[in-house]
Nanobody, 116 residues
Framework: QVQLVESGGGLVQPGGSLRLSCAAS????????MGWYRQAPGKQRELVAR???????NYADSVEGRFSISRDNAKNTVYLQMNSLKPEDTAVYYC??????????WGQGTQVTVSS
């Protein structure tokens, strides 16, 4: 089992920045990839960014060049640095972990609101 706790959400003006953190605990040796998803009201949950155990990263086209995902293995923490935020980035952001056995784990979510 893996437990995920997100932090760092909040209200920010367009063009601003936020950094989300996801602290993981439990059977981390079984984890293949970690990432961030988001879900806006009335929309499906979508992948924002993920980082695979070897360090490869993937980003949604809508955030490429603005968001950056990183992982601190010593702290079992994944970060999502979000720059140049837009109103359309407003959503609940969820941390996700996938094991080598393809089990998926989710955090409780953190709200990000981009508004003037």
């Amino acid at each position: 089992q893996v437990q995920l706790v997100e932090s760092g959400g909040g209200l920010v003006q367009p063009g601003g920045s936020l950094r989300l953190s996801c602290a993981a605990s439990g059977s981390m040796v079984s984890i293949y990839a970690m990432g961030w998803y988001r879900q806006a009201p009335g929309k499906q949950r979508e992948l924002v960014a993920r980082i695979i155990s070897g360090g490869t990263t993937n980003y949604a086209d809508s955030v490429e060049g603005r968001f950056s995902i990183s992982r601190d293995n010593a702290k079992n923490t994944v970060y999502l640095q979000m720059n140049s935020l837009k109103p359309e980035d407003t959503a609940v952001y969820y941390c996700n972990a996938v094991s080598f056995g393809l089990s998926a784990y989710w955090g409780q979510g953190t709200q990000v609101t981009v508004s003037s």
